[in-house]
C-alpha cells in the first residue's frame, strides 16, 4: 500500500514570511501533484511534477520533486492571506485504478 | 464549460437510512473518481470508473457503499443503511484519462447521519 505523509500538519505565520511545507512516502510513485483546498470547495491543482530533482514555479510557489521521487516540498515566499487553505500532495502510483493516493494535507493559515 | 457538479450539496439523514449522492463529470472526461473526506482530513479513496465499469473498487469501507455509472458519465454513490461515521463530505472528480491526467473536483456533499 502506498502512503504518503505530511508535514506540518498545520501551520499558523504572518504575511509576509516564507514556508515550507512537506510531503514524503517510503514508495516510489511515476508523478506528484500538490492542490489546496479552499472552505467548502474541492481540491484545486496546483502542479504536477513528473521528473526526480524536478523544480516547477508558480509564483511565489516553487515545487520540487525528490530525485528518488518519494518525496516533495512546496515552498512559498512571501505569503499572503489567499495562500490560505489545505494543501494537498497526491501521489499518482503505478497501479491500474487506485491512481491517486492523497496525503492528509497541511492546513495554513496567513494572518494579515 | 460547465465544471464537475454533484447534488445535493448538502444531506441530512437518520441513521439507517439511505442515501444517494449524484455526480456529474465534466463532458468527455472518461475516468471518474470518487473519494470521502472527514473534517480537516485528507481524502480517501473510494472507486474509480473508466468509462461504465470500475476497475478499483478497493477503497469502498464496507458493502452498505455501492457505486455505478451509466452512459460515461452521471455516476450514483449509494450508501444503505447509514450509519454516524459515514458523516464526511463526498467528493467526485473527473479526468479525461485515469492515471496522471488532472483531477477536476467537484464541490462535494456533506452528508451528515444523525
Known amino acids: 500500500t502506498q502512503l504518503l505523509e505530511q508535514s506540518p500538519q498545520f501551520l499558523s505565520i504572518q504575511e509576509g514570511e516564507n514556508l515550507t511545507v512537506y510531503c514524503n512516502s517510503s514508495?516510489?510513485?511515476?508523478?506528484l501533484q500538490w492542490y489546496r483546498q479552499e472552505p467548502g470547495e474541492g481540491p484545486v491543482l496546483l502542479v504536477t511534477?513528473?521528473?526526480?530533482?524536478e523544480v516547477k514555479k508558480l509564483k511565489r510557489l516553487t515545487f520540487q520533486f525528490g530525485d528518488a521521487r518519494k518525496d516533495s516540498s512546496l515552498h512559498i515566499t512571501a505569503a499572503q492571506p489567499g495562500d490560505t487553505g489545505l494543501y494537498l500532495c497526491?501521489?499518482?502510483?503505478?497501479?491500474?485504478?487506485?491512481?491517486?493516493?492523497f496525503g492528509p494535507g497541511t492546513r495554513l493559515s496567513v494572518l494579515p | 464549460g460547465a465544471g464537475v457538479s454533484q447534488s445535493p450539496s448538502n444531506k441530512v439523514t437518520e441513521k439507517g437510512k439511505d442515501v444517494e449522492l449524484r455526480c456529474d463529470p465534466i463532458?468527455?472526461?472518461?475516468?471518474l473518481y470518487w473519494y470521502r473526506q472527514s473534517l480537516g482530513q485528507g481524502l480517501e479513496f473510494l472507486i474509480y470508473?473508466?468509462?461504465?465499469?470500475?476497475?478499483?473498487k478497493s477503497g469502498l469501507p464496507s458493502d452498505r457503499f455501492s457505486a455505478e455509472r451509466t452512459g460515461g458519465s452521471v455516476s450514483t454513490l449509494t450508501i444503505q443503511r447509514t450509519q454516524q461515521e459515514d458523516s464526511a463530505v463526498y467528493l467526485c472528480?473527473?479526468?479525461?484519462?485515469?492515471?496522471?491526467?488532472?483531477?477536476?473536483f467537484g464541490p462535494g456533499t456533506r452528508l451528515t447521519v444523525t
Open positions: 472528480a473527473s479526468s479525461l484519462a485515469g492515471s496522471s491526467y488532472e483531477q477536476y
Open positions: 514508495s516510489v510513485f511515476s508523478s
Open positions: 511534477v513528473v521528473t526526480g530533482g
Open positions: 497526491a501521489g499518482v502510483g503505478n497501479n491500474y485504478g487506485q491512481n491517486f493516493v
Open positions: 463532458s468527455g472526461h472518461t475516468a
Open positions: 470508473f473508466q468509462g461504465n465499469s470500475a476497475p478499483d
